[in-house]
């Protein structure tokens, strides 16, 4: 597993489960399961292990590319997904503007 699908697995662990180990839980695996395939850049997981995260919540083509939504269509991932946007509340792009200097222009850049 490459470095960038290793962080996004991850990221998504950590958001959805609060941590690796707990997402494993989850899956009925071992708490060092995923440590293999993060630690060797040329394993990769099988079709079942796949099909587990999908449904668990995670988007495979995000996992893979980057890109999308990092929740699946799946019930847990929508799920999932619906918890999250309720976290989020939205800031208007004026507001940032307002109150921009050099140092949170890196803030700024990543919201949009």
């Given at each position: ?43 990769y ?37 619906k ?27 990543l919201?949009?």
């Amino acid at each position: 597993m490459q470095v960038e699908e290793s962080n996004r697995l991850k990221e998504f662990a950590e958001i959805s489960y609060g941590s690796l180990s707990e997402l494993s839980r989850h899956l009925k695996k071992t708490n060092n399961f995923f440590s293999s395939y993060i630690s060797n850049p040329k394993k990769y997981f099988g079709w079942r292990v796949l099909k587990k995260l999908y449904e668990a919540g995670l988007n495979i083509d995000w996992l893979i590319s980057g890109y999308g939504s990092m929740f699946s269509n799946s019930k847990i991932g929508l799920q999932l997904q619906k918890e999250r946007s309720q976290l989020i509340n939205p800031v208007s792009y004026t507001h940032l503007r307002a109150h921009e200097t050099p140092e949170h222009l890196v803030c700024r850049l990543l919201l949009e």
